[in-house]
């Protein structure tokens, strides 16, 4: 990334409850942001949304939130909710990366709440 940023984790309040990756610029202004769910006991994740700043995009900012929401959860099926032109753009992108499936339109398992 071309510009400094840092990367907040926002954990989930309760199990397979939402959680996020907020993205902040050095002046501590939020220019991104992750939501997503994640499910160990069915070892499912769900992207809720993903949304970067116009003036950030395509600087791997949604990238790396993807990454740091990920990497704790190694084998697991993913999926996501609608996406629009961008988004199916960047997870056809992701999907090509990481080797991992993102089909839009996902289901969440019985343990996530909405």
Do not use: K
Request: with cysteine; proline share 5%.
């Amino acid at each position: 990334m071309s510009r400094q940023v840092s990367f907040e984790y926002v954990p989930a309040v309760l199990p397979a409850g939402r959680q996020a990756v907020s993205v902040l610029d050095a002046g501590r202004r939020l220019v991104g942001c992750l939501e997503y769910q994640v499910c160990h006991v069915c070892r499912v994740g769900y992207v809720v949304n993903i949304a970067v700043a116009s003036h950030w995009q395509g600087q791997g900012v949604g990238r790396h939130a993807l990454h740091t929401a990920m990497e704790p959860c190694g084998g697991y099926t993913w999926s996501t909710s609608r996406q629009s032109l961008d988004g199916r753009r960047f997870f056809g992108a992701m999907e090509e990366e990481m080797d991992i499936a993102f089909p839009a339109g996902g289901v969440r398992c019985p343990h996530m709440t909405p």
